[in-house]
């Protein structure tokens, strides 16, 4: 298999990767995690690990057809909640970056 990435040098400087660790399945946080790692690996990129909801404003994400992952009280849970649409924040700066991108699984595997 290959895989073509786009030459990253010609328009933009990347020196870091963010992305979300979590709430999520494990395996979608697993795959995400191995590749990014690989990824910062082989560019020598730094990778940092980033709560899925301080991307969100906190409210509640999505989990699977009937359920949502829901904050409170600094714990993650799931519950039949509606979730709200998920909206990026503007600007990246002021996230609490974890140099230790581990995933923060909630959904056990199966």
Not at 93 to 110: H, R, T
Request: with cysteine.
């Amino acid at each position: 298999m290959t895989i073509a990435i786009a030459n990253l040098d010609s328009k933009y400087k990347i020196d870091k990767i963010i992305y979300a660790n979590g709430p999520g399945s494990f395996m979608g946080l697993k795959v995400a995690y191995l590749t990014l790692c690989t990824f910062c690996i082989a560019r020598g990129l730094e990778l940092y690990g980033v709560n899925g909801f301080s991307l969100n404003g906190f409210r509640p994400i999505r989990a699977n057809k009937n359920m949502s992952f829901v904050l409170e009280n600094s714990k993650i849970s799931l519950q039949k909640i509606e979730p709200c649409e998920f909206e990026l924040p503007k600007k990246l700066d002021g996230l609490n970056l974890m140099a230790n991108a581990l995933p923060n699984y909630v959904i056990d595997a199966v």
